[in-house]
C-alpha cells in the first residue's frame, strides 16, 4: 500500500481494521483530504497544528463527567453537577433528543431550538419545551424569521438567570456555529458548561472562513477550558506521522471560573470512551507521542 504508507508512516496497520464498507468509504475520504492538501502542504501543516495547539493548551482532567443521552452520537460527558436541576438550552434538537430527555427527567428546565425539524418529536420529553427557530447571527436573524440569537434565546427561555445562576448549552447545527459562536462571549451570564460539535476543522473544508474560526475558538477559550475533546469519526480524519485531526469534534468546556470548584484530585485517571460510529476504528486526536 504505497500510497497510504506515505501518507501514514509508521503510524497505522490498516491490518488491524475492521473489513467494512464503512471503513472503506472513510479511507477514501482521508485519501481525498490528503490529496487537497498537498496543493498547500505547508499552510494546511500550520493551520491543523494551530487548531490542535489552542485545544490542547486549554485542556484540564480534573473535572468528573458523566455521559447524558446515547453512547454513540448525540450523547455528551458533562460534569456531574450540570446533570440536574440546572437550566439548559440546547440547539440543534433533530430527532435524536435522549440527552434531553434524560436531562428533563432529573429535573431540568430545558428549551430547545430546531428549525430544521417539521415538528416537535412525539417521544420527546413533554418536560422540554420545544421552538421551532434556529441559532443564527444578528443579521441573519434580522433576515430569516426562523433564526434568533442567543441573547434571544435566553429572553423566551425566561430562565430569570441571576450572576450566580449557573445555565448550561449544548449545539450541534451542522457548521453553522462560526456565524454566531461570538455571541457567547459577549453574554454578561455566560453559559457554566458548553457540550457542543464543531464543524469544518480540516484544512480546506472552511476555506471561505478560515480566519473566523480560528480567530472564535480563541475568543471562546478566553472563557472556557476544555474538559474533554474527541473526534467524530463519522468525519473525514486526516493523519501525519506527528497529528491527527478529524474534522467534526466534540467538546465539553467548563468557564474558568468554576475550574476549581469542579476539579477532583481522583478524576485524573478516569477514562471516558466516546465512539459515535463503532463500525469505524476511532483514531487519536492531537500528537501523537512515540
Not at 446515547?70 to 460527558?77: A, I, M, Q, T, V
Not at 413533554?126 to 443579521?139: A, D, E, F, I, M
Amino acid at each position: 500500500m504505497p500510497f497510504f504508507t506515505n501518507v501514514f508512516p509508521k503510524v497505522l496497520d490498516f491490518t488491524t481494521f475492521p473489513s467494512s464498507q464503512a471503513n472503506v468509504n472513510l479511507l477514501i475520504e482521508e485519501r481525498n483530504i490528503y490529496f487537497k492538501y498537498s496543493l498547500d502542504p505547508a499552510s494546511a501543516e500550520k493551520w491543523n497544528l494551530d487548531i490542535i495547539n489552542a485545544i490542547n493548551k486549554s485542556l484540564v482532567s480534573t473535572v468528573s463527567l458523566l455521559r447524558i443521552g446515547p453512547s454513540n452520537d448525540g450523547g455528551y460527558l458533562i460534569p456531574r453537577l450540570f446533570c440536574q436541576d440546572v437550566n439548559w438550552i440546547t440547539i440543534g434538537l433533530g430527532f435524536n433528543f435522549l440527552f434531553e430527555n434524560e436531562l428533563a427527567n432529573t429535573n431540568c428546565k430545558i428549551f430547545t431550538f430546531d428549525h430544521t425539524i417539521p415538528w416537535r418529536p412525539k417521544k420527546l420529553n413533554r418536560n422540554v419545551t420545544y421552538l421551532p427557530k434556529g441559532w443564527g447571527s444578528l443579521r441573519e436573524s434580522e433576515s430569516n424569521s426562523n433564526l434568533v440569537t442567543l441573547d434571544t434565546m435566553l429572553e423566551i427561555s425566561k430562565f430569570n438567570l441571576g450572576p450566580s445562576n449557573f445555565w448550561g448549552l449544548k449545539f450541534d447545527i451542522e457548521g453553522n456555529e462560526w456565524s454566531c459562536l461570538d455571541q457567547i462571549s459577549k453574554l454578561s451570564n455566560k453559559p457554566a458548561v458548553i457540550a457542543c460539535e464543531l464543524h469544518g476543522l480540516t484544512w480546506g473544508s472552511n476555506r471561505y472562513h478560515k480566519d473566523d474560526v480560528f480567530s472564535k475558538i480563541n475568543d471562546l477559550l478566553e472563557n472556557y477550558s476544555i474538559c474533554f475533546v474527541n473526534g467524530n469519526n463519522y468525519s473525514p480524519y486526516f493523519m501525519t506521522s506527528k497529528y491527527g485531526i478529524y474534522e467534526v469534534i466534540e467538546l465539553t468546556l467548563i468557564r474558568k471560573d468554576l475550574i476549581e470548584s469542579l476539579s477532583n484530585s481522583n478524576s485524573e485517571n478516569l477514562k471516558y470512551d466516546s465512539i459515535n460510529n463503532n463500525k469505524i476504528v476511532q483514531m487519536p486526536f492531537g500528537f501523537f507521542e512515540f
